[in-house]
Every structure is written in structure tokens, then in C-alpha cells.
């Protein structure tokens, strides 16, 4: 037996008739099982510090070991809710403003705790292909037009905006030969949409390579996502990660054509339904869709004439996990007269992007990039119902606080 001294968070305190309580203690390096004389007068989930011997647990079957106490001090008294009490709730805006209780139940830690280690794994991996870690700015000026000019701030006196995207700067590393960069950073949407597959402000991995094509980006792609999967035990369907099947936009048109979902007329926008439909035709969690119309691809995008369908197509790829899309890339234009023909086709205003034209004019070798939403694919991968859950301090549309 030896003397401990430990301060930790208290939980689960568990009297044993008049003379014994059982507790657990929450300290930085684990948890450890405690045994107090009587019924101490402590608040669930206070702060102590107790003073005890440590003896070899004889009953306990998580512990080993246990902490007899003989004194105890309560450092700081819990007079708010215990997070026993959010674990009895669903999980809706009700929880939010106790974030900071509800991050105690351990299966919010746990999954907590796997975004986090999941997000240095993926920069481990990005690493081991030579990838460089790159820095974009969060506040951004003149590159930005129509739809994108939403959270206006005031940067002293002059107008700026929340940054929507890095790969414009992924563009101009390129250009100063930084040949594969990648970066994980806030990024913020500005659509209202209510969806529990949707945030404000979310994380994200973006990604762009000089000299590699749409196959070798989507081949990253997938083994980033299968990486996370490991890492997460994502219960998915035994070969469902490999040999992941590339569909075309217009056999989406047709596979939704004979389902029971209102079908995808050309032209228009992959709804989740469609997705859906696709995956169950299929018979698989996760397809690629491909050859998307240029209409429905950001001004940067490379597009390609497709006589089969007499139109002008990306060079895309999109990764769909059943409804949802985790994964959103393509090859990009490179030459600054096609660039102003999209920006043409597309009503945006040359000058606001006179730097961008400026990188490409100094010569930018082929380029393919990709957005791999990290909080989307983690709450495919832990089986949530809604993508705040793996967000500390979600911010939605109407949700600023706290």
C-alpha cells in the first residue's frame, strides 16, 4: 500500500449502504476508483482532491486498483447540471449551451478524441506522400463575387469577407513551385440550410497537386477516407472501401430514371435523394460521381467538350457516402484566357480576381485539387444522426452562442 494524492473530476457516486461509497475520479492521466468512508457530502461531478492508499482491487472489474480515502477537499463544487442528466436527453439545441458538461460523458470524449486523432492521422498520411502543410488566409478581399461575398467583417475600415475556400492559394503555391500542398482549416458556408448534415463554420481538408490527374487525386481521396475508417472502426459492409464505383452524371440520370425517386433531369443538381437511389442500385456506401456539367462547378474547374451529350463537362470527382458527399475535387484550368471565358460563362467579375489571373499568366503547371469534408465523413463514420456531434461549438444558421 502506498499514500496518493489525486485531484481529479468526481463521478458516480455510489453509496454502499451507511459505512462505504464507491466513486470514480476523472484525473488527466485516467481514471481511478475511489472508496470513501460514509457518504461524502460532494456534488456530482465537483472537483476534489483526495488523500488515500492505493490497494489492489479485488472486485472491480474495470479497476485494477483502488484509492481507500482518508480526506478529502472539494477545490471546486459543481452547481450546474451533470452530464448524467444531458445522457437522458435527445440530442437537440436544448444540450448546447452546456457544451462544456456534456463534452464529460465519455462517449462524447470518446468520439471527441477520434476526430481529433483521426485529423493527425490524415496529416501523417498527406506527410508520407510529400505533401507540405500550408497556411491560407481566413479573411479574404477582392477574390470573391455573387453568391461567395456573404460574412462581410470590417478589417480597419476596409471591406473583407470569411474565407469560402483555400485552393485559390493552393493555386498560387503551385505557382511559386510548392508542387503538392494540403491544409485542414475552418472554412464557412454561406447557404441557409437547416440540414442536420450541414454547418456554418466546419473543418475541412483541401488539398491540390501539381502533375497529378482526377485518378490519382481520387485514389488519395480514397485511401484518406479508408484511413479514417480504420481509424474510427467504421462498421461498413465487408468490401464496400474498395474498388469504390465511378458512375458518370448522365447514368445517374438514368439509374434515378427507373427508382422511386423523382428523377435527375440533365441539368440539374444531385439531390440527396438521387444519391441515395444511386447507392441502393448499386448495392454500395460509397460511389464516385463523375463528368458533372460545367454549369454546376466553380469558375476554376476544367472543363471538357462530351459529344455524347453535346455539352461542356467537368473534370470532376465527387465521393458519396449513401446521401451525403464527403469528397468534392477536380482537375482545374490552368490557362487564363479559359479562365475568363468560365468567369464569363459564369457573371463574375474579372477584377476581383486580378491576382488569380496574375498566378496563372506567370505559368502554373496542370493542377487537380479536392475538398474532403472532415465532419461529414467522422459522422458517417461513428454512425451519428447529426454532424453537431462531432462539433465542440457548432455554429448554424441561427446558432451563434456559445
Known amino acids: 500500500m502506498s499514500q496518493i494524492v489525486l485531484t481529479g473530476r468526481i463521478f458516480s457516486i455510489r453509496p454502499m449502504g451507511k459505512r462505504l461509497a464507491f466513486a ?48 478529502f477537499e472539494v477545490v471546486a463544487e459543481n452547481r ?21 458538461v456534456y463534452m464529460r460523458l465519455p462517449e462524447v470524449r470518446d468520439r471527441l478524441l477520434k476526430k481529433w486523432t483521426a485529423i493527425k492521422a490524415i496529416r501523417d498520411l498527406m506527410a508520407a506522400e510529400q505533401y507540405v502543410e500550408v497556411q491560407s488566409p481566413r479573411l479574404v478581399g477582392r477574390m470573391t463575387d455573387g453568391p461567395t461575398m456573404k460574412f462581410k467583417v470590417d478589417f480597419f475600415g476596409q471591406e473583407a469577407y470569411l ?6 492559394f493552393h493555386t498560387a503555391f503551385a505557382a511559386g513551385d510548392f508542387a ?24 475541412i481538408l483541401e488539398a491540390t497537386s501539381a502533375y497529378r490527374n482526377r485518378a490519382d487525386m481520387m485514389d488519395l481521396s480514397n485511401r484518406i477516407v479508408r484511413s479514417v475508417c480504420a481509424h474510427t472502426e467504421a462498421r461498413l459492409p465487408e468490401g464496400h472501401l474498395a474498388d469504390i464505383p465511378v458512375v458518370t452524371y448522365d447514368e445517374i440520370c438514368a439509374i434515378t430514371a427507373k427508382s422511386d425517386c423523382a428523377p435527375l433531369v440533365r441539368g440539374g443538381k444531385i439531390k440527396r435523394y438521387h444519391a441515395n437511389a444511386v447507392a441502393r442500385h448499386l448495392d454500395r456506401t460509397l460511389f464516385w460521381a463523375v463528368d458533372l456539367p460545367a454549369e454546376h462547378k466553380a469558375f476554376f474547374s476544367s472543363t471538357r467538350y462530351e459529344p455524347a451529350v453535346g455539352a461542356q463537362v467537368a ?12 469528397v468534392d475535387g477536380g482537375e482545374r484550368v490552368i490557362d487564363p484566357a479559359r479562365l475568363l471565358e468560365r468567369m464569363s460563362e459564369q457573371n463574375l467579375d474579372p477584377e476581383h480576381f486580378s491576382y488569380y489571373l496574375n498566378v496563372l499568366e506567370g505559368g502554373v503547371p496542370p493542377l487537380t485539387g479536392f475538398g474532403l469534408g472532415i465532419e461529414r465523413l467522422l459522422t458517417k463514420c461513428l454512425d451519428l444522426g447529426n454532424i453537431r456531434q462531432v462539433v465542440p461549438f457548432p455554429r448554424f444558421v441561427g446558432h451563434l452562442e456559445p
Open 24 to 71: 470514480t475520479l476523472r484525473c488527466p492521466d485516467r481514471e481511478y476508483l475511489c472508496v470513501f468512508p460514509g457518504r461524502p457530502a460532494i456534488a456530482e461531478e465537483s472537483v476534489v482532491r483526495v488523500v488515500g492508499t492505493a490497494r489492489l482491487s479485488e472486485k472491480s472489474r474495470k479497476f485494477s486498483e483502488e484509492v481507500h480515502v482518508e480526506s
Open 80 to 100: 450546474s447540471i451533470a452530464s448524467s442528466r444531458l445522457r437522458q436527453m435527445p440530442y437537440g439545441k436544448e444540450i448546447l449551451p452546456d457544451q462544456h
Open 163 to 168: 474565407s469560402l475556400s483555400n485552393l485559390l
Open 180 to 203: 503538392s500542398v494540403f491544409e485542414i482549416s475552418p472554412l464557412f458556408r454561406a447557404d441557409i440550410n437547416h440540414s442536420s448534415q450541414h454547418l456554418s463554420e466546419f473543418l
Open 315 to 326: 473534370n470532376d470527382f465527387r465521393l458519396y457516402w449513401n446521401e451525403v458527399d464527403i
